[in-house]
């Protein structure tokens, strides 16, 4: 009958929520049974319809995109110069992802990336850490850099293009600049 009576409390406490009840009364195996099958979550019709509604809803927006897409392409509404049909869209990834050229400009566009993050990251953590520890410090570069930081990253762009060209390093600056404030800041 105590053996009821602890089942009983076990599993009261666990239909509101408290864990006291664990601690203080040892589970036997019969106890251990009836709070795994409590705590097991049981799914029912409720929750898979729920689940595929969801689902659906997330996809019923790109699929009314794509639909509009082709609609407008096939009868000519959009010249396909300017925007040409899904599937050819389709075709031209598969081709580029077949000959390899997709996989190598991703890893350039990648590494590009990369490279400002960690620069951005670099000088920003050491920035902010500066600043931090010497108010002087602080004092000298923190106009400054409050006046460069109101500054967009692509309002840079002409100036960095100017200054060093179109190159890799010019998209390597921009990113670490988009970087180093939150980082510096933070």
């Not at 600049?177 to 510096?184: E, G, H, N, R, T």
Request: charged share 15%; hydrophobic share 50%.
């Amino acid at each position: 009958m105590s053996t009821q009576n602890n089942t009983t409390a076990t599993l009261a406490a666990t239909r509101q929520g408290s864990s006291s009840a664990f601690v203080a009364a040892p589970l036997t195996g019969d106890e251990t049974e009836q709070k795994a099958t409590v705590t097991r979550r049981t799914t029912t019709t409720a929750d898979t319809l729920e689940r595929v509604r969801s689902i659906v809803s997330h996809l019923l927006l790109p699929a009314a995109i794509l639909l509009t897409w082709e609609l407008l392409t096939r009868n000519g509404y959009i010249d396909a110069l300017f925007l040409p049909r899904p599937i050819k869209v389709i075709e031209a990834f598969l081709r580029l992802f077949a000959e390899d050229k997709l996989a190598l400009d991703i890893q350039v566009s990648a590494t590009t990336v990369i490279k400002g993050f960690v620069a951005g990251t670099s000088i920003g953590l050491l920035a902010g850490f500066t600043c931090g520890i010497s108010r002087i410090v602080e004092s000298l570069f923190g106009p400054l850099l409050n006046t460069i930081r109101q500054v967009p990253p692509m309002a840079w762009l002409p100036l960095i293009v100017l200054w060093i060209g179109a190159g890799d390093l010019a998209k390597t600056i921009i990113i670490g600049k988009a970087v180093f404030f939150p980082v510096f800041l933070n």
